[in-house]
C-alpha cells in the first residue's frame, strides 16, 4: 500500500525518480490506513452469524 501511495504521488508532481523510493509520509500512511481497515474488518468479522447451517 505505501508503494501505491508513493505511485501516486510521483504521478501528481510528476517527479520521477528511479528507484521510486517510499517516503515516511507514504509509509505512516499506509500504515494508519491498514490500523483502520483492521478495525472495520473485525467489527464485520463480529457482526456475522456464529454459524451458518447448511442446506440438507
Not at 528507484?19 to 505512516?28: E, G, L, S
Request: with cysteine; glycine share 0%; aromatic share 4%.
Amino acid at each position: 500500500m505505501a508503494m501505491i501511495l508513493t505511485a501516486l504521488r510521483i504521478v501528481k508532481t510528476e517527479h520521477i525518480q528511479s528507484p521510486m523510493i517510499c517516503n515516511d509520509t507514504d509509509f505512516h500512511t499506509a500504515l494508519e490506513l491498514m490500523k483502520i481497515l483492521i478495525q472495520h474488518a473485525a467489527r464485520i468479522y463480529e457482526a456475522l452469524p456464529a454459524e451458518i447451517e447448511k442446506p440438507k
